[in-house]
């Protein structure tokens, strides 16, 4: 699991990545690095204030046996024997999982359900996933609008007053956020605006998963958990928040072995890529990591953990809290390092990544390559390859 990622040795990736596959078609182009760690340090800033109001927050503190199936319903909120202070979690995080923060310099899909949203309202935002300056302006003149404070940030106060109950035959731009998020969790939707029969479906899908009653019907409560939610795709998860890190970052290749590093602040969520059972990993090279072996046997790999909330032998779902990311171990950088292993096998990670991403089924972990995504297999003798060791 060695890994030297520091912000220098990112910034060498990314132009050996560059010169080896060349801009054109290339995902990541020649990006500032300092906007890179400046997207991963909001997310670090949510954090660090220890806020519940985003969805890392709500994960963070949800209890490990609690699954996104836990519907309200089934909560024993007034069960004896569990303390007061237990209850009134256990009905915070089954009643919703918290809203997220969305804000400048973000993006990705949360950015673009809120620019479609602001079009709704009589905005005229470029639906382009990219919170920029336009995006920041429509939003402090929605809040001013509606008496909150204007501060630019998509929160839990602005976001249920900005989302819009919508039900079976809306169209326009609502709609278009609706289907952004049922796309996160793998809907695959066209975004037309058109709530037809797919979109129906989809909706009802989603709140019979979530324990959010029948019909297709989209209240605030429906908008919550979608946007709150952490997704999962053909049973699979993000193992990062969607908003950590730009799309690029999931194809870059590692350093001398199939996996990835990916370079999120200390301190970030990570959640189980698959079901499985957790064994905890505390080594040199490691350091406070977790391995996560799914029902084919296929095991998940997270090192580099500042702290690890599960422990050995526990059962976790795909999506749930696993720990937080660090420096841990042989590293000189804090990042997720995240592999996939069949047997005694290393596969390349970056494609399984990529289509939790995009909120489409990954390939089955036995399909994804063993080469073609580290540098020793990019190119045979690299210039920069000492500076990535
Ligand atoms: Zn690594």
Same mark, same amino acid.
């Given at each position: ?47 660090? !204030?220890?806020? +519940?109001? =985003? /969805?890392? $927050?709500? &994960?963070?503190?949800?209890? *490990?046996?609690?699954?996104?199936? #836990? @519907?309200? !319903?089934?909560? +024993?909120? =007034? /069960?004896? $024997?569990? &303390?007061?202070?237990?209850? *009134?979690?256990?009905?915070?995080? #089954? @009643?919703?999982?918290?809203? +997220?923060?969305?804000?400048? $310099? ?22 382009? $996933? ?260």
């Amino acid at each position: 699991m060695r890994s030297r990622l520091s912000t220098a040795g990112a910034a060498v990736a990314v132009l050996v990545g560059t010169v080896l596959r060349g801009p054109a078609g290339s995902s990541r182009g020649m990006r500032p690095i300092a906007m890179r760690f400046a997207v991963a340090g909001i997310v670090g800033l949510g954090l660090a !204030a220890g806020t +519940p109001a =985003t /969805a890392a $927050g709500a &994960a963070a503190a949800r209890p *490990a046996p609690v699954t996104h199936a #836990a @519907a309200p !319903a089934t909560v +024993p909120v =007034t /069960a004896p $024997g569990i &303390a007061p202070d237990q209850r *009134a979690t256990a009905v915070t995080f #089954a @009643a919703a999982p918290a809203w +997220p923060l969305v804000q400048q $310099g973000q993006q990705g899909a949360q950015v673009r359900t809120v620019q479609y949203l602001l079009n709704s309202r009589g905005e005229a935002l470029v639906p382009d $996933g990219v919170f920029g300056s336009l995006t920041l302006a429509a939003v402090k003149r929605f809040q001013s609008a509606n008496g909150l404070g204007a501060d630019g940030i998509v929160g839990p106060l602005t976001w249920p007053v900005l989302v819009v109950p919508l039900a079976a035959g809306a169209s326009g731009p609502a709609v278009m956020a609706l289907q952004v998020q049922l796309n996160r969790y793998g809907a695959g939707l066209a975004v037309d605006g058109e709530f037809g029969p797919a979109t129906a479906g989809a909706v009802t899908a989603f709140k019979a998963e979530y324990g959010l009653g029948t019909g297709s019907a989209v209240d605030v409560t429906v908008w919550q958990w979608l946007v709150g939610g952490i997704p999962t795709v053909g049973g699979y998860a993000l193992p990062l928040p969607h908003g950590a890190l730009p799309r690029s970052e999931y194809d870059d290749p590692h350093h001398d072995y199939p996996a990835i590093d990916l370079p999120v602040p200390t301190g970030t969520p990570a959640y189980a890529s698959a079901s499985g059972t957790v064994q905890a990993v505390n080594d040199s090279s490691c350091g406070t990591g977790a391995v996560i072996t799914d029902a084919n046997s296929v095991r998940h790999i997270f090192c580099h953990f500042s702290r690890r909330v599960v422990a050995g032998g526990a059962r976790v779902t795909a999506g749930d809290l696993v720990g937080y990311t660090g420096a841990t171990g042989n590293v000189t950088g804090p990042h997720l390092h995240f592999g996939i292993k069949t047997g005694s096998t290393n596969r390349c990670p970056q494609r399984f990544l990529l289509a939790l991403y995009d909120g489409v089924t990954p390939p089955a972990p036995a399909t994804l390559p063993t080469t073609g995504c580290y540098y020793a297999t990019l190119h045979p003798q690299p210039p920069l390859l000492d500076y990535l060791k």
